[in-house]
Each structure stands twice: as structure tokens, then as C-alpha cells.
């Protein structure tokens, strides 16, 4: 089954404590996404990755790191996690060119930081 | 940074009736325009894409864009009780025959309710 797959799914952690989710696709893409989802702001792009060791920052790239060092996985890092980090976040993939917007979307991983 | 404006709803339409979904974008360079639709508890999955002036149907939906006014709209034609959800517009500033790719902005979604 093609899918995007992220853990985990729920996290409650401390300010400070570092913290990695993972991402994971089969469907062999290039583009990888991270969105943050919070009430009232709709999606806002972390970062994204047009294919291995290729990276850029999206709208909110803040207190986050990424990393692809492999096609399938892309990973978000949050070094050193504060309060205003707590949101729900989606990654996604998709296949490269002008469809790259055209994405699959993770089932999400709600984050709360105390 | 690109603005991306949707009326955050609630929208609601009786079963049966015609939904019109609207949504501006303040960035003249967008090329490509987006629909997903988002399940409360769910992720957002894609329903719609239109990449060329004019209207665009697939089913009981159809995505109009005008570039001129800086405007795209999804409109579903005899809505049920299971096309209640958010629809959250997005567009990107690669066109249909470009070979790159890149950010994706989001409108903040409005909130459909289609009720019996």
C-alpha cells in the first residue's frame, strides 16, 4: 500500500529536550515536505526536499532541522523544543516537476511541549 | 511573503445545494493552484489542481481560476453530508511545464457544513 508513514504519532515532551519525527515513504518520490498545522493559520511549510542531501527552508523554518540522506525518510529535528512548537505536524511527498504540489500527506503527529 | 486568503467559514449549505468555496492569493507570479480537503482529525488529501485560466470539473467538483483577479474557487454541485470538511487552498509559483519545484502556500481553510 502507497503511504507516508510518521512517528510518532502523539509526543508530549519538556522545553528543551531534544526530539526527532520521523518520515517514511514507499512511493519512491522525490519531494518531501514538513507543514505545521495550527488553528486559525492553516499549513505552514518547515522545510522540504527536492530529493537526497537537498534541502530548503519553507515559510517556518525556525528551531527546526532536517535532514534526507536517504530517499524514502526525512526526518524533522527539533534540537531544543519551546511551548510555541506545540501543533500538529504533516509530512508529505510527491513525485518531482510541476505536480510536485500535488502531495500525499502523513497522518500527522500532534506535539505538545510543556 | 505570499498571502494566501480563504473565509475561514463555518459555510454551511443544505444537502443538495451548490457549495462555492473562494479563495485570493496576493502573489501576481503564482502559476499553480490547489484543492485538499481536510476531515477534522484527518490529513489533507488533494481533490483538486488547475493550472490554466478557465474552469476545470472532475465529478461534483469544479475549480474555476481567473489570474487577472487573483482569485480561484471550488465549487461542489449537490453537496451531501460527507463533504463536510475543511478545504484548505494552496498554490506555488511553479507552473504546469516547469521542471522545479518548491514551496507550497496555504490558505487557512474554510469549514463546510453541508446539513440534511
Known amino acids: 500500500e502507497a503511504q507516508v508513514t510518521q512517528n510518532p504519532r502523539y509526543l508530549i515532551t519538556v522545553t528543551g529536550k531534544k526530539l526527532t519525527v520521523t518520515c517514511s515513504q514507499n512511493?519512491?518520490?522525490?519531494?518531501m515536505s514538513w507543514y505545521r498545522q495550527d488553528p486559525g493559520l492553516g499549513l505552514r511549510q518547515i522545510y522540504y526536499?527536492?530529493?537526497?542531501?537537498?534541502?530548503d527552508k519553507g515559510d517556518v523554518p525556525e528551531g527546526y532541522k532536517v535532514s534526507r540522506k536517504e530517499k524514502r525518510n526525512f526526518p524533522l529535528i527539533l534540537e531544543s523544543p519551546s511551548p510555541n512548537q506545540t501543533s500538529l505536524y504533516f509530512c508529505?511527498?510527491?513525485?518531482?516537476?510541476?505536480?510536485?504540489?500535488?502531495?500525499?500527506f502523513g497522518p500527522g503527529t500532534r506535539l505538545t511541549v510543556t | 511573503q505570499k498571502e494566501v486568503e480563504q473565509n475561514s467559514g463555518p459555510l454551511s449549505v443544505p444537502e443538495g445545494a451548490i457549495a462555492s468555496l473562494n479563495c485570493t492569493y496576493s502573489d501576481r507570479g503564482s502559476q499553480s493552484f490547489f484543492w485538499y480537503r481536510q476531515y477534522s482529525g484527518k490529513s489533507p488529501e488533494l481533490i483538486m489542481s488547475i493550472y490554466s485560466n478557465g474552469d476545470k470539473e472532475d465529478g461534483r467538483f469544479t475549480a474555476q481560476l481567473n489570474k487577472a483577479s487573483q482569485y480561484v474557487s471550488l465549487l461542489i454541485r449537490d453537496s451531501q453530508p460527507s463533504d463536510s470538511a475543511t478545504y484548505l487552498c494552496?498554490?506555488?509559483?511553479?507552473?504546469?511545464?516547469?521542471?522545479?519545484?518548491?514551496?507550497?502556500?496555504f490558505g487557512q481553510g474554510t469549514i463546510l457544513t453541508v446539513h440534511p
Open positions: 494552496a498554490v506555488t509559483d511553479v507552473g504546469a511545464g516547469g521542471t522545479s519545484y518548491g514551496k507550497l502556500t
Open positions: 526536499s527536492m530529493n537526497v542531501e537537498v534541502t
Open positions: 512511493m519512491n518520490h522525490e519531494y
Open positions: 508529505a511527498s510527491s513525485w518531482k516537476g510541476p505536480s510536485f504540489a500535488e502531495q500525499y
